[in-house]
């Protein structure tokens, strides 16, 4: 091949690169950087009741998000959020954990079965759940068929719904990084933990935890972040008792119509997702020094 031929590939090539490069940044700012931007203009003005928005600046609507009110509803997100994320933990870890030390030929399939959920919408999933825990459901069906009731339990409406719903939607998502992290692991680090005198115990406190632990921080950022906005799984599966911060956000653009509440709302649920994934490098960061240390 010619200099000239070389040349004309390489600008081709950088050509080519750059045009990519521009698209994804061009789609990412009409379709990302500018709405947030609106969102966040919005946050500071004031509502009219005639147009909505009201072109005058105010604190005010983040200030009442300190109301005993939303704070109620906020901390009980955040609760509802944190116990969906550590039953998605519990049950992620071990499934991948096997999945991870099975053989080659098992794996795509089980990871396929992970991933099947996603083809269906999860609105519908989340409806079908009231088939199984509503009081004449599958549940209760197959409990008093057994005898071990003898009425009908009250699973619909309550916390415990909402949390069901949310690991069952949610689960795929901490399972999945968890397996990329354990996948990578050196099992000889294990053989040589066992040789060198430690119990099953601290070979998983000492080795397979801080190893994983990427995996465990970046599944339980990709759950629990999630879990606060998923307002039809409360609607769905907690009635109006349990609202996650996503009911606010919803009440305030759709049914109140008090867009600038809902966008403050939005921005503080923005800024809660920055601090997490600021916590995410600092462990990772914290982790590598810790690797280099030792």
Same mark, same amino acid.
């Given at each position: 091949?010619?200099?000239?031929?070389?040349?004309?590939?390489?600008?081709?090539?950088?050509?080519?690169?750059? &045009?990519?490069? !521009?698209?994804?940044? +061009?789609?990412?700012?009409?379709?990302?950087?500018?709405?947030?931007?609106?969102?966040?203009?919005?946050?500071?003005?004031?509502?009219?009741?005639?147009?909505?928005?009201?072109?005058?600046?105010?604190?005010?609507?983040?200030?009442?998000?300190?109301?005993?009110?939303?704070? %109620?509803?906020? @901390?009980?997100?955040?609760?509802? !959020?944190?116990?969906?994320?550590?039953?998605?933990?519990?049950?992620?870890?071990?499934?991948?954990?096997?999945?991870?030390?099975?053989?080659?030929?098992?794996?795509? @399939?089980?990871?396929?079965?992970?991933?099947?959920?996603?083809?269906?919408?999860?609105?519908?999933?989340?409806?079908?759940?009231?088939?199984?825990?509503?009081?004449?459901?599958?549940?209760? =069906?197959?409990?008093?068929?057994?005898? /071990?009731?003898?009425?009908?339990?009250?699973?619909?409406?309550?916390?415990?719904?909402?949390?069901?719903?949310?690991?069952? $939607?949610?689960?795929?998502?901490?399972?999945?990084?968890?397996?990329?992290?354990?996948?990578?692991?050196?099992?000889? @680090?294990?053989?040589?933990?066992?040789?060198?005198?430690?119990?099953?115990? %601290?070979?998983?406190?000492?080795?397979?935890?801080? &190893?994983?632990?990427?995996?465990? $921080? =970046?599944?339980?950022?990709?759950?629990?972040?999630?879990?606060?906005?998923?307002?039809?799984?409360?609607? /769905?599966?907690? +009635?109006?008792?349990?609202?996650?911060? +996503?009911?606010?956000?919803?009440? =305030?653009?759709?049914?109140?119509?008090?867009?600038?509440?809902?966008?403050?709302?939005? $921005?503080?649920?923005?800024?809660?997702?920055?601090?997490?994934?600021?916590?995410?490098?600092?462990?990772?960061? &914290?982790?590598?020094? %810790?690797?280099?240390?030792?």
């Amino acid at each position: 091949m010619s200099r000239t031929d070389l040349s004309h590939k390489r600008f081709a090539h950088h050509g080519f690169r750059n &045009l990519a490069i !521009a698209l994804i940044l +061009g789609w990412l700012t009409l379709f990302v950087l500018f709405p947030n931007l609106m969102i966040l203009a919005v946050s500071l003005l004031t509502r009219d009741e005639s147009q909505m928005i009201a072109p005058l600046f105010t604190l005010g609507n983040y200030l009442r998000l300190i109301d005993p009110l939303y704070w %109620q509803v906020i @901390l009980h997100s955040l609760w509802l !959020a944190m116990v969906a994320t550590l039953c998605c933990l519990l049950l992620a870890y071990p499934f991948a954990w096997i999945v991870s030390r099975l053989p080659g030929r098992w794996r795509p @399939l089980l990871l396929f079965l992970v991933v099947v959920p996603f083809w269906t919408n999860s609105l519908i999933r989340t409806y079908s759940l009231k088939v199984l825990m509503s009081t004449r459901g599958l549940i209760n =069906a197959l409990l008093l068929d057994l005898g /071990l009731i003898e009425r009908p339990l009250q699973m619909m409406y309550t916390e415990f719904a909402v949390i069901i719903g949310l690991v069952y $939607v949610l689960l795929p998502f901490m399972i999945l990084p968890l397996y990329s992290a354990m996948e990578k692991l050196d099992l000889r @680090l294990l053989e040589a933990a066992r040789d060198l005198g430690a119990n099953g115990w %601290q070979r998983f406190r000492h080795v397979v935890l801080p &190893l994983t632990l990427p995996g465990i $921080v =970046a599944g339980c950022l990709l759950v629990f972040l999630p879990a606060m906005g998923m307002f039809y799984v409360s609607d /769905l599966l907690g +009635g109006a008792k349990h609202l996650l911060i +996503g009911n606010v956000i919803k009440t =305030a653009f759709l049914h109140t119509r008090d867009w600038p509440f809902g966008a403050a709302t939005s $921005v503080t649920l923005t800024l809660l997702m920055g601090l997490l994934l600021w916590c995410y490098w600092r462990a990772g960061k &914290l982790l590598s020094k %810790q690797e280099g240390l030792a």
